[in-house]
């Protein structure tokens, strides 16, 4: 239970850190990002490898298109 428990609370901080650390790639500075988030964003199939770049999926793309709507709706 407390497993379950803490893979929830790892899901909610890597949804609600995907918009900066999105932009902390696009700047660059992907040492902003904070340590193991983009493991676990690979892990997850949110991000991709692409020629030594970190890309969004497909999934990715959506979570972080649903994160922007419930930004919007706050």
Known sequence: MVALSS???RLSLLRSALASSMASLD???AADIPNGYIDDYV????LRWDGGHLR???VGSNILQQI????KAE
Do not use: E, I, K, P
Request: no cysteine; proline share 0%.
């Open 7 to 9: 893979t929830r609370s």
């Open 56 to 58: 969004l999926t497909t």
């Open 68 to 71: 922007t709507l419930q930004m």
């Open 43 to 46: 892990a997850l199939n949110w």
């Open 27 to 29: 700047r660059r500075r």
